[in-house]
């Protein structure tokens, strides 16, 4: 709005255009004038007032109808009327139409004039600030009101997050319960099977174990036979008790390696439905994994449930595969375990046989010769591998007879005393005549010829 402020003076007489022209200028007012009301509405419709000052009676257009007109352009400028008719029926219709103020034409008209400018010239400040600030208070309402809806977008996509946030932490709260179940299971069942050495009661461990932790209605364990190319069930016998590897799901498994799920069997080709043995069960869902020693198949473990049970989850596998890996362990430590007693049986019976031939050795040295034990020994291997020959021998049982009574009534010393003389007098009569002494027995005495 410019500093200087402007108003338009419309009259059609010419001299009260200038009288009113005049007296705005002397208080500082910048004056454009018009002749008619057309002129006028063209003027405001090219320039900014901030007070239009009008006649009532003019040609073209009358002040009436200018004022109608001016607050179509501009609703708030104020249209102060100055006329001569100074009937109430006109003034009325004049401020209905919206006239600001309304003057008659006497000999203050120009005083009056302007006081009214000035009042009207304030009350539109005071409209256009109002207007400008209404018009700010809208557009932050606006701007508000469209924080306020974003803000509940973002609340209500919150509000979802966090719901979806909540389920997923539930889950993952209680697939981390499952899991350490699990883990506990599987730490528990491999602790218990680690303890078992014997083969048998660990293998029926084994399957127990992995019904309870799949928590299955079947498991079986395939042993690889190297020799046969086959799997075997230990303990059974019979048709279904060996699979050729390939054949089966089973054989499948073994000759591949790899773990296997299968949510519908009967709808698998691998799947044999001979081998339900059990009439009241019908398999479903199968999980089949390999028995691995490093990167060789020792065997195959399965299990199954039936259409009444949940079907296995890939993590159901997953948790298969970590339990034979304890099971695959367990079964080669077991395996590891009779090979080394057999070994120590083994051992052990031949340090018994030793321990007996030193003592033979040791015996038989009392009665030969040394060089003869020693070549003995030096040449074992071919005295062993030679043939073999019939001798003729004597044997010689001999005992002091009423030994008994005589040891009843003798002291101890004496007894010693007396055996030690007869068994000298007895071997040297033996050697004497080409025998050998093989032993003593209290009072008896045994002698080969």
């Given at each position: 709005m410019p500093e200087q402020p402007n108003v338009l003076v419309v009259d059609d007489n010419?001299?009260?255009?200038?009288?009113?022209?005049?007296?705005?200028?002397?208080?500082?007012?910048?004056?454009?004038?018009?002749?008619?009301?057309?002129?006028?509405?063209?003027?405001?419709?090219?320039?900014?007032?901030?007070?239009?000052?009008?006649?009532?009676?003019?040609?073209?257009?009358?002040?009436?109808?200018?004022?109608g007109e001016v607050r179509k352009l501009n609703v708030d400028l104020p249209v102060i009327v100055v006329s001569g008719n100074d009937q109430l029926d006109?003034?009325?219709?004049?401020?209905?139409r919206g006239a600001s103020d309304y003057i008659l034409k006497d000999q203050d008209a120009q005083t009056t004039a302007v006081l009214a400018v000035q009042k009207a010239r304030e009350k539109y400040r005071l409209a256009v600030q109002n207007r400008l600030l209404t018009e700010e208070l809208r557009k932050r309402n606006e701007e508000l009101e469209a924080l306020n809806?974003?803000?509940?977008?973002?609340?209500?996509?919150?509000?979802?997050?966090?719901e979806d946030l909540q389920e997923k932490v539930a889950e993952a709260t209680e697939e981390i319960r499952a899991r350490l179940t699990e883990t506990r299971a599987l730490n528990r069942v491999a602790s218990a099977i680690s303890s078992v050495m014997d083969v048998e009661p660990l293998l029926r461990l084994i399957m127990d174990a992995g019904r309870e932790v799949m928590e299955a209605d079947a498991c079986s364990l395939m042993l690889f036979d190297d020799a046969a190319q086959q799997l075997y069930s230990p303990g059974e016998t019979?048709?279904?008790s060996r699979v050729k590897i390939g054949e089966g799901i089973a054989g499948?498994?073994?000759?591949?390696?790899?773990?296997?799920?299968?949510?519908?069997?009967?709808n698998d080709p691998r799947f044999d439905p001979a081998s339900e043995t059990d009439g009241d069960f019908r398999t479903k869902s199968v999980l089949s994994v390999p028995l691995k020693i490093q990167t060789e198949v020792r065997g195959v473990l399965q299990v199954a449930k039936?259409?009444?049970?949940?079907?296995?989850?890939?993590?159901?596998?997953?948790?298969?595969?970590?339990?034979?890996?304890?099971?695959?362990?367990?079964?080669?430590?077991?395996?590891?375990?009779?090979?080394?007693?057999?070994?120590?049986?083994?051992?052990?019976?031949?340090?018994?046989?030793?321990?007996?031939?030193?003592?033979?050795?040791?015996?038989?040295?009392?009665?030969?010769?040394k060089s003869v034990i020693e070549d003995i020994e030096r040449n074992r291997?071919?005295?062993?591998?030679?043939?073999?020959?019939?001798?003729?021998?004597?044997?010689?049982?001999?005992d002091i007879e009423g030994f008994t009574r005589i040891s009843?009534?003798?002291?101890?010393?004496?007894?010693?005393?007396?055996?030690?003389?007869?068994?000298?007098v007895t071997h040297e009569v033996i050697e004497g005549n080409n025998g050998v002494l093989d032993k003593y027995m209290g009072d008896g005495t045994m002698a080969i010829f």
């Open positions: 010419a001299l009260v255009r200038r009288m009113l022209s005049k007296a705005l200028e002397s208080e500082g007012y910048a004056v454009t004038s018009a002749s008619n009301g057309l002129e006028a509405l063209e003027r405001v419709s090219e320039q900014q007032f901030e007070a239009v000052v009008s006649d009532m009676d003019m040609p073209e257009m009358d002040g009436l109808t200018l004022i006109v003034v009325i219709e004049a401020m209905k809806q974003e803000n509940t977008r973002l609340v209500h996509r919150l509000s979802r997050f966090n019979g048709e279904g499948w498994v073994a000759k591949t390696g790899e773990p296997l799920r299968i949510d519908d069997a009967y039936g259409a009444d049970k949940p079907l296995f989850l890939e993590k159901d596998l997953d948790t298969l595969v970590s339990f034979s890996h304890h099971a695959a362990i367990a079964i080669e430590n077991a395996r590891l375990y009779e090979e080394t007693k057999r070994q120590a049986e083994e051992l052990r019976g031949s340090m018994e046989r030793v321990r007996w031939l030193q003592l033979q050795r040791d015996k038989l040295g009392k009665y030969v010769p291997e071919q005295a062993l591998a030679a043939t073999t020959r019939t001798v003729e021998c004597t044997i010689l049982f001999a009843e009534s003798s002291e101890p010393t004496t007894l010693v005393r007396m055996l030690n003389r007869y068994h000298s």
